[in-house]
């Protein structure tokens, strides 16, 4: 059974800076795309940033400030979150598909995701 393992999540005052990290048993882990999504309570999970072997995507409202990373021989993805704003508050998701395409549509439906970690900003 593939799973998703998030943790680094936690309180931080705004400005500062917190690690994600999702350790997954997908396999072949360098061939998946993994993305980082985030979701409030009542409201739809948005796409945060995507990395496959070749290319990263970021949402606007994390350009700069956010950077997405993986270690295939770790088989783990990181998202570095500098700047931390109030409004950057939310559970965050790690999602694995094959294709980063996947991740990067409107309403993505990977193949797996993670079980999530709070992100707590305070102003």
């Known amino acids: 059974q593939v799973q998703l393992v998030e943790s680094g999540g936690g309180l931080v005052q705004a400005g500062g800076s917190l690690r994600l990290s999702c350790a997954a048993s997908?396999?072949?882990?360098?061939?998946?795309?993994m993305g980082w999504f985030r979701q409030a309570p009542g409201k739809e999970r948005e796409f945060v940033a995507a990395?496959?072997?070749?290319?990263?995507y970021y949402a606007d409202s994390v350009k700069g400030r956010f950077t997405v990373s993986r270690d295939n021989a770790k088989n783990t993805v990181y998202l570095q979150m500098n700047s931390l704003k109030p409004e950057d508050t939310d559970v965050y998701y790690c999602a694995a598909d094959p294709s980063i395409a996947v991740l990067r549509t409107t309403h993505p439906r990977p193949k797996y995701w993670g079980q999530g970690t709070q992100v707590t900003v305070s102003s």
């Open positions: 990395i496959s072997s070749i290319i990263t």
């Open positions: 997908v396999r072949p882990f360098s061939n998946h795309a």
